[in-house]
């Protein structure tokens, strides 16, 4: 007899956060994955599980990626509260109070059916709960690559066969199942404040253009990777369809918020001494201030269609995606 096959699901890291948050969304109104239950993996998870708001296929579980004892926490709740009230609701001898009668019914259907069920067959194994998984790198580790391949072969060996990491990291997908790995340049917080509360915007890339991309798409691209029968098994370099300068992006935001908007171009010392006064280590700082020089020196002058060619949907501009958000900067 094959055992209980659990009910597979799509596991979401940072399901809470900007691009996880959206492909949650994303997988719940999909038409392809109306068969999965979407757990949404977060800090907060256990807090959000409760939310009676949630849709009916989401699950939040608890995922710190600093805390290596939570990297079980979605296997344990797939294969065993998602599996447990499928299985209940298949089969009614576990739970039915009409139980006692279907039993008095099978054993009176003959010797050849009691002695059939004495010796019962080899049972099948059941097919992995979690058949896909969305990786984000841990914010602010420098050793993300590790972490990172530490939790993809615990996921292997739980049974996990398909991946789609979003990341800029030098990462090698050799030797492990990759659908697909995405690359974006997100707004940061700091941004964000700076912009709200100063009508400044502080980098140190010069007139360094950047393919922004809206995690919209970014999600679209994911989802792809995720659900699709085959999977792609490839890199995709989800970039924007415009290069915007942060000097560009100033002049927009201008327009679109209607007080003036300026990019200040630091040093590389002045931004890393800036992330620094934000708590960021110094380790980080310096990283995170040579993806801004990289940027100035043209790393991501670049652009492609795979938004288009994977999505089928044209990708969104940064006008429009600050039309839509101005509220964030006021």
Known sequence: MAAPSPQPAILVLGGTGTVGSRIVERLASSPEARQYVILAASRNGDRLNNNNNNPSRVRHVHFDWHNPGTWTNPFIYATTTNSSSRNTAANPLSSSPSAPLLAAAAAAAGAAAAA???????????????????????PGALDADRRLADFIDLARARGVRRFVLQSASALEPGGRPWAARTQNFATQPAHVRAIRDESKIYSATGDGKIPWVSADDIAAVAVRALTNPTPPNTDYLVLGPELLSYGEIADILTEVLGRKIVHVDLAPAELEERYQGFGVPGDYSKMLTAMDTSIKFGAENRTNDVILAVTGSAPRRFRDFAESAKGVWQ
């Open 116 to 138: 059939a069920a004495a010796e019962p067959a080899e049972e099948e194994p059941a097919p992995p709960a979690i058949r896909a998984a969305y990786l984000i790198a841990p």
